[in-house]
């Protein structure tokens, strides 16, 4: 498969800042559109079309909050749409609401994770999962915040109630957004890995592609849950300013 990459991205993705490094953006740049936008939406429908099971879980409890995460995606990207979809990239999306994370797979480059509040804690009861930057879907669905990030070692008790607190006090309409930056020597998309298996490292002096995620917080207004979206860009390394070759 050839490589799918942007040639820009709209942040400096190496500037490092503390976990969890959250700021607030507005609705309108909730989601984003890129260059690559063809080529992710046509291996995000490879990947439902293949490997459906790996990228995509539900739990039955999620759906009201998985059918208003889509009426709330398609009021922002594809207002009036009821039916059908015409995407940027001429490509034809039915609206299935029996099957919304099916569908929301195909509207946009984002994938989604739905975590709805069970007892103390947020739980992931619902995602739509085609980029996974090296962990498993299954190993983390119906699992709490805390060990959605294991084994991130930044990822502390601190950070833990810091991060805690911030799905505690999101709101409908504020977004909050953050970034990281990993090194790959693969430009593949869909980079999932289990916790069994041994942690590579991240080789900046090595690895030629800049992978970064743009992730944002959201809570929806109905069923209150918190959606957790994730933007994927994926750089050669000749194309970041600042960046030895």
Known sequence: MNAILQKSIPYDPLIARPLPGIQPISME?????????AAQMARRA??????RGEVLAMDEGARPAALELLELVLAQVYPGARERVRRPDGVEVGIDRDRPLDTLCLLVQEDFYILQKLGDGHVLTGAILCFPASWTLSEKFMRPLFAIHTPVASYDVDVARRVQRLFDGVQPGRPLWRYNALWYPDPELHQPRSLLAPRPASDRVDARYLRSERQSLLRLPQSRAVVFSIHTYLLDRKDLPGVAG
Request: proline letters at 0%.
């Open 29 to 37: 740049d909730w989601l984003h559109r890129d260059d690559a936008f």
């Open 46 to 51: 490879e990947l439902l079309a293949g490997q």
